[in-house]
């Protein structure tokens, strides 16, 4: 079972685990203790209602501190595994594991926004919110891809079936700052089968005019209003 105490002595297994590193994650944990403390108050029930005992009596359970509720949570939103395979690294019931997934995901969201590093999801408000950040100045556009699971309907299997991944996948556009790696900007989320180029037109993002951006093959043809485009020459080898 994973346990926070343990997999702090481990820092590689603990990044590949959560993309955190320790620090990061202590640095984390405080704004996620306050926004869960906010909308899950000691003195009253997960459901709403005033508690009729002191807060803890009862059965402990496996998620019961703050440090093991991120742990879960950073691991779904890593790894995304099936909740089958999430319940057993974590002791927990399938069922449970549900439940935990859906209270916990807004509270890490909440925390991420509190640290002003949650990034931008409207198009438009993008260039207004990157147009004073230095480290704007050099990002990186790309295509991200997600496993997910099998659509029942054939369309749909086929619209979401990524040729490249050789699985069906769910995909994102997002734009992140070469230095320090801070992702800027995420785009809605796309069937896996749709082009990196077609999602950035269709999102029709707003850049401040001092981006410089660096892009792949899969955006050739993309031509945002930044101050300079980068995009890699084919090799001679590749071209032959």
Do not use: C
Not at 25 to 35: G, M
Not at 102 to 112: E, G, T, V
Not at 116 to 133: C, S
Not at 212 to 223: C, T, V
Request: hydrophobic share 30%; aromatic share 8%; proline share 5%.
């Amino acid at each position: 079972m994973l346990t926070y105490e343990e997999l702090k002595t481990n820092p590689r297994q603990f990044l590949s685990l959560t993309s955190l590193t320790p620090d990061e994650f202590v640095d984390l944990l405080s704004a996620f203790a306050r926004a869960y403390r906010k909308r899950y108050p000691a003195s009253q029930t997960v459901a709403g209602k005033r508690r009729k005992r002191k807060a803890g009596a009862g059965r402990k359970g496996t998620l019961e501190n703050i440090e093991q509720k991120l742990l879960f949570i950073l691991v779904y939103q890593k790894s995304y595994p099936l909740q089958s395979i999430l319940a057993e690294l974590f002791g927990i019931s399938q069922g449970r594991a549900n439940e935990w997934i859906h209270r916990l995901l807004p509270i890490l969201k909440q925390a991420l926004d509190d640290l002003g590093v949650l990034p931008e999801r409207d198009p438009k408000k993008f260039k207004a919110k990157e147009q004073h950040q230095q480290d704007a100045a050099d990002s990186i556009i790309d295509g991200t891809e997600r496993r997910r699971q099998r659509p029942k309907q054939a369309e749909k299997q086929a619209l979401h079936y990524s040729g490249k991944k050789k699985i069906h996948t769910d995909k994102n556009v997002l734009i992140a700052t070469a230095k320090r790696k801070r992702v800027s900007y995420l785009s809605q989320t796309y069937p896996g089968k749709t082009h990196d180029k077609k999602v950035a037109d269709t999102e029709n993002i707003s850049y401040p005019e001092h981006i410089a951006l660096h892009k792949d093959s899969g955006f050739q043809g993309y031509e945002p209003n930044v101050r300079k485009l980068y995009q890699p020459k084919k090799s001679l080898a590749r071209r032959n």
